[in-house]
């Protein structure tokens, strides 16, 4: 159970990660879109999207969303616009789950572009280009 003043401080945390994690997304596109090196070119298309997703992740975690737990129990309830707007539960848990899924398939896109990158041509590991004939 908690009190009115951990919930307000657990808000509080909340709104504060909300404001940091957004300046540190800034940084992080201007980066990836302004300063990235020749060299890397190709793999900062997996890097923007993989920001993209993580940013609209923390959007819809801490403003739309925005979770109180209830502790002890592992559950919690919705304080943010969509909850307020009346939008199910099944609604806010979807954008949390399918947020976290899109973020795991662009770390693992991420990842097999490094294999076929770092395979040779001749391996049998590495995949064959997709022909559009």
Known sequence: FY????ERA???ALHIHSAVSSLLHCASFYLLLLKTPPNQREVRTFLVFIQSILWLHDISFDVLVHP???APLPAAYFR???ARMGASVNI???LIVGFGYLIAVAF???FVHKHQTI???SSKFKM???SNH
Not at 3 to 6: A, D, F, G, L, Q
């Open 119 to 121: 395979m040779g041509d």
């Open 92 to 94: 806010m848990m979807g």
């Open 128 to 130: 064959s280009k997709v």
């Open 108 to 110: 693992i896109l991420c």
């Open 68 to 70: 109180m737990p209830l």
């Open 10 to 12: 657990f808000s509080l």
């Open 80 to 82: 943010g616009i969509l």
């Open 3 to 6: 009190t009115i003043e951990m």
